[in-house]
């Protein structure tokens, strides 16, 4: 297997998601060129974790796949270039391949291999295994490395930080004050979005109990965190837009927790290793929920509409960690 090129066209979160099985398949084939084909951003991605990647090639969209538009005038020229490619494997990471598997199998390909579901086309039983929709999505990918004989390299997500990202916050000139909180209220999906109010009454906790409250977010975003600000009875530092990916790193680095929905920045935090409690407005907690529950803690809103009980998980959380920072009286912010 000298070129492998992994099909994963998704956003932030999921590509995170899936590093420890790329961390199985780098260690099986060190000497192996892979290549990411995914959206744009993926090409920052791939610098990002270049001891595991070697190039990146974007992926211009397909007909049924909802991530970008697709400009189907493109279609021939890419999958021309996926065939003089010549991969001796292309892995489906994409989903259960009701619709990528035809469109893989027309890269040309030595081998492919991924998901499939029963009721759809297998390019190879041998290589594809039925897509295992009950379990979390870093394990799906691991199981998949495990059924092609690759062994794993631990469970654990990663985010590597670089000088520049560490530049980048400092150059932000954000006025940070230790022990701060980031609070994400922002998430790609508004179906996944926390209310406003909701976020500000535990932010307000957090604040009572000397924190600094640090709403993040991009500029797009500007609005919920303008609305969180408003519903606050105390004070908070609104850095919308003011941070790229790797400054947001660098940031959630330094901070003694986060409060967010379950959006990529989640995910951010527990490859940092930075305590969570993550908000899941979607059903599927038992999928995004980070696999450190000591660390993380991930509340199902569908289950449990208790900000209360959020509240204590933050709160607990912070106590429980609070050997990291001496965390000032709150009279000294006033």
Not at 127 to 153: A, N, S, T
Request: proline share 7%; hydrophobic share 45%; net charge neutral.
């Amino acid at each position: 297997m000298k070129k492998i090129g992994i099909f994963r066209a998704l956003q932030l979160g999921d590509m995170l998601c899936s590093i420890p099985a790329v961390r199985a398949l780098r260690a099986a084939h060190p000497d192996a060129h892979i290549t990411l084909l995914g959206l744009p951003w993926g090409k920052d991605l791939v610098q990002r974790f270049n001891r595991y990647f070697n190039a990146f090639i974007h992926f211009p969209g397909f007909p049924g796949l909802p991530e970008q538009e697709v400009d189907v005038s493109r279609l021939p020229e890419f999958f021309t270039a996926m065939q003089q490619q010549e991969f001796d494997l292309v892995l489906q990471m994409q989903g259960n391949g009701s619709i990528v598997n035809p469109m893989v199998a027309l890269m040309g390909a030595r081998h492919t291999a991924g998901f499939w579901r029963k009721a759809d086309y297998c390019p190879n039983p041998d290589y594809y295994i039925e897509y295992p929709g009950d379990v979390p999505e870093v394990m799906r990918h691991l199981v998949l490395m495990q059924h092609l004989g690759i062994p794993w390299q631990g469970t654990y997500l990663e985010f590597p930080l670089t000088a520049q990202d560490h530049h980048d916050l400092a150059a932000a000139g954000l006025p940070l004050r230790q022990p701060y909180v980031c609070v994400h209220p922002g998430s790609r999906g508004v179906w996944r979005q926390w209310p406003p109010a909701a976020f500000a009454a535990v932010a307000d906790s957090i604040a009572e109990q000397g924190y600094q409250v640090v709403l993040t977010g991009t500029a797009a975003e500007a609005s919920i965190l303008d609305a969180v600000a408003g519903h606050m009875r105390y004070p908070a530092l609104n850095t919308a837009g003011q941070t790229n990916l790797g400054a947001m790193g660098a940031l959630l680095k330094d901070c003694a927790l986060l409060l967010s929905n379950c959006t990529g920045v989640a995910h951010m935090a527990d490859a940092l290793q930075t305590p969570s409690v993550v908000i899941s407005m979607d059903g599927e907690a038992y999928r995004w929920a980070a696999l450190d529950t000591t660390l993380h803690r991930t509340i199902d809103w569908t289950k449990q509409k208790d900000i209360q009980k959020v509240k204590t998980a933050v709160l607990s959380l912070l106590q429980e960690r609070g050997n990291r920072f001496t965390v000032p009286p709150l009279a000294s912010f006033s």
